[in-house]
C-alpha cells in the first residue's frame, strides 16, 4: 500500500524532532559536510541503510558537501512518513561518520 502524504503539520511535528532537516522545494533536505576520508565509509553507510529500508534519498556531494533530499514517488513525490524515518536514520549516520549538518 503506498503510503500517505503527511499533513502541513505532522511534517511540522516531523521537522521539530530533526533538527538537520528542513522542507525545501516540497523535499526534505540536509547537508552535511564530511571529510574528504570519511565519504566513502559515510556513502557506503548511507546506501547500506537505504536498501535496508527500500528507500532512497537523491545524493549531491561537491568535495566534502555532501546534500541530501527525500520524498516519495509512490505518494506523487509528496513526504510521507518513509522519509522522516530514513531522514533520522541518516542524520545518526551522519553523526557517525564525523558529519557536521549544515542547518542554514
Ligand atoms: C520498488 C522500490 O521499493 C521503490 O521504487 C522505492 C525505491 N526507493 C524510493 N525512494 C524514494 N525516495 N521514494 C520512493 O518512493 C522509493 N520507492
Known amino acids: 500500500m503506498p503510503a500517505s502524504p503527511l499533513t502541513d503539520a505532522e511534517i511540522d511535528r516531523a521537522l521539530a524532532e530533526l533538527p538537520d532537516w528542513r522542507l525545501r522545494d516540497g ?3 540536509a547537508a552535511f559536510t564530511v ?3 570519511a565519504l566513502p ?3 557506503a553507510a ?3 541503510a537505504e536498501d535496508e529500508a527500500g528507500h532512497h534519498a537523491r ?6 558537501a555532501v546534500g541530501l533530499a527525500l520524498n516519495t514517488h509512490d505518494a506523487g513525490g509528496a513526504v510521507t512518513a518513509k522519509d522522516t524515518a530514513l531522514a533520522e536514520q541518516l542524520s545518526r ?3 557517525d561518520h564525523g558529519g557536521r549538518a549544515d542547518r542554514g
Open 27 to 29: 523535499d526534505l533536505t
Open 35 to 37: 571529510d574528504r576520508g
Open 41 to 43: 565509509g559515510f556513502y
Open 46 to 48: 548511507l546506501a547500506a
Open 59 to 64: 545524493v549531491t556531494v561537491t568535495y566534502t
Open 93 to 95: 549516520i551522519a553523526a
